[in-house]
């Protein structure tokens, strides 16, 4: 468990996984999510999968968001929104458990404002995405579409292809260049940049 998180969390994150009875995977890298929760189904007991390329504090964030998701079903099961306010309230009370060490100061000080109103994902609080993508190892070149010239070509990973337009509020207005069709891009979507022009 130590080499995928803050030494320090290691501990308490290993009696999370003992006390909740929790399956608990470090699964190889999917580009749709850092993490997943699933909830008691059948013989199933609780299970949590993490992505294994995070690096150790999008790690350690990613594990209290699933189990935040863990302790707000076993209060409530299926009779609240899994973002709501009891999810937002137990993240929190789980993000006290940790040393205020156990992040760099710009990583703690980004965790902080993001523990205002927590969301989704920590992909969609931009700044907080950006402190944590300072700590990926040096050797991973990554494109996000906020980076890239306008009217720049990129692909996804599904290989359909689009050309970066001019940013509306908070994302990218992109046409996918083989239908016209027009798509909302996050910043900080990863993506393989192609040409300058279509």
Known sequence: MQRYMPSAAAPIIAEWIVDSRCQFKIVKSRRSKFGDYRSPHGKLGHRIS?????????????????FAHLKTWTMH?????????????????????????IFPDDIRSAVSQYLHNPS?????DLHLFRVLKKYDPANE???FVETL??????SLSNGRVFEKGAKLRKRYRCIEVKTGRV?????LA?????????
């Open 50 to 66: 993490i992505n294994a390329d995070l690096n150790p504090y999008a790690f350690l964030l990613t594990a209290v968001h699933e």
């Open 77 to 101: 099961k299926h009779r609240v929104r899994p973002h709501g306010s009891a999810w937002k309230s137990n993240f929190k009370d789980l993000m006290q458990v940790f040393p205020g060490d």
């Open 120 to 124: 989704a994902s920590s992909c969609t």
């Open 141 to 143: 070149v990554v494109h």
């Open 149 to 154: 010239p306008d009217k720049s070509v990129f």
């Open 183 to 187: 798509y909302l891009f996050n910043p």
């Open 190 to 198: 990863e993506v393989t940049p192609l040409s300058s022009t279509p």
